[in-house]
């Protein structure tokens, strides 16, 4: 009887399981699945995407919404097993789903159930789950795999289980406490591999001397844009959170991979924000200039009442040079100007990001040159698999990072437990 063992119980993991069970079910072949999970239970990390409802995956997809050294391997991965496929394999586990502007959620907007109808589905395909265990190594034994672990992670004593393949789902390094802890690059080299470097991703950015901080806790439209050595590296609009360490929200998350990137390589990150994106800089020099004609007798800080947060207000006038009780009649055109560029280009030194436990993704990890883009078998290492985000491959919000765990987990289970990988 073949033996599969997935190591690593997320999104990826289960889902390569299942892919297994049920494929081998269907060749009538008779095969053991197992999952080692390190945490007391499996797909504990899907318990917070979405905020909670689980974002299964979304009506855009393509490899645009990705980055990674090689995207076009991850627009072959998506055509063999995208959106379609999934909201198929999930109506099959029994959940129900439901689209918002494109989004898929399960109808009970449920992280919760999705975890749990999961590891149902696994136990009735008798897939046999081990949670507590740490694998500490993978060796190669012949066309076989001796795989070591303990039962714990401080435990000395260790458990030795043979496998005929191995597939490798232990995610990356974001949110160590749901249990990512970067375990799986080290089996991985062990193994062959090699890794683009990895860095925190979709995570808040915290800024040297902070001049918003006395903006701390507004929540605005804008744009942000990172620059990295003075190149445009990325950028995206929406709702900002000012933070006192920062900047965070939907927008900084989408962008700070880059920051995340340069920081890694000592290079200095810069970011600008727009605090009025809508308008175009001729509009809003026209705007105050119409302010000035009606409102003269005005302070310049009741002036921009009506256009930004109060509490916004003192630090774009501080960047401006100007003192809040500056009359907007002693507005002159260089100093008119001077406001509408820092309300348009508000620069802030980016000095580090939250770091992995609040990152909800990596950026990095195992090249996919070094795996087969039709199998997600190991080209270093045959009967090995690797799927999720122990890959170098990293989306933006909005259910891609869960696709890309669905994609490749499916597509590792799949092949598996086929005989046609290499020894």
């Known amino acids: 009887m073949k033996k599969i063992v997935i190591i690593g119980g997320g999104a990826a993991g289960m889902t390569a399981a299942a892919a297994a069970a049920q494929n081998s079910r269907r060749a009538n072949q008779k095969s053991e699945i197992w999952i080692l999970e390190h945490k007391d239970m499996v797909g504990k990390k899907i318990l917070s995407t979405g905020n909670g409802r689980c974002n299964l995956t979304n009506e855009v997809m393509n490899s645009d919404c990705y980055y990674s050294e090689n995207p076009k391997i991850i627009g072959q991965l998506l055509d063999k097993f995208g959106p379609e496929e999934s909201l198929q394999f999930f109506r099959e586990m029994g959940i129900l789903v439901k689209s918002k502007n494109g989004y898929y959620y399960p109808r009970s907007e449920q992280a919760a159930a999705v975890r749990e109808l999961f590891q149902i589905h696994l136990e009735h395909l008798g897939v ?225 990001t939250n770091g992995f436990a609040h990152a ?14 039709s199998t997600m078998e190991s080209l270093r290492c045959g009967g090995l698999y690797l799927a999720g985000e122990i890959l170098d491959a990293d989306g933006i919000c909005g259910g891609y990072n869960l696709q890309w765990a669905w994609t490749t987990g499916y597509l590792a289970g799949l092949n598996a437990v086929s005989d046609k990988s290499r020894t």
Do not use: W
């Open 128 to 352: 046999k789950t081990r949670t507590n265990v740490h694998v500490k190594s993978i060796k190669k034994d012949g066309c076989a795999f001796m795989i070591h672990a303990a039962q714990s992670i401080s435990a000395k004593e260790t458990l030795s289980i043979k496998a005929d393949k191995v597939i490798l789902t232990c995610g990356g390094m974001a949110s160590p406490v749901l249990g990512s802890d970067g375990s799986g690059y080290a089996l991985a080299q062990s193994l062959g591999h090699s890794l683009v470097p990895v860095v925190p991703a979709l995570v808040q950015l915290r800024v040297r001397n902070n001049p918003l901080k006395r903006a701390a806790g507004v929540r605005t439209d804008g744009m942000v844009s990172i620059y990295e050595n003075h190149k445009l590296m990325g950028a995206d609009t929406g709702e900002l959170q000012i933070t006192e360490y920062g900047i965070s929200g939907i927008p900084v998350f989408q962008v700070s991979r880059h920051a995340a990137k340069a920081l890694h390589y000592k290079h200095p990150v810069r970011a600008e924000i727009d605090f009025l994106p809508e308008l175009s800089s001729k509009t809003m020099t026209a705007m105050l200039r119409y302010r000035q004609k009606r409102q003269d007798n005005s302070c310049i800080s009741e002036a921009l009442l009506g256009i930004f947060n109060k509490k916004l207000i003192p630090c774009l006038l501080k960047n401006a040079g100007m003192k809040p009780d500056l009359r907007i009649s002693e507005l002159n055109e260089p100093l008119l100007q001077s406001l509408v560029h820092t309300c348009r280009h508000f620069p802030l030194t980016i000095s580090d």
């Open 360 to 373: 909800q993704v990596c950026a990095g990890g195992v090249r996919l040159t070094e795996i087969n883009a």
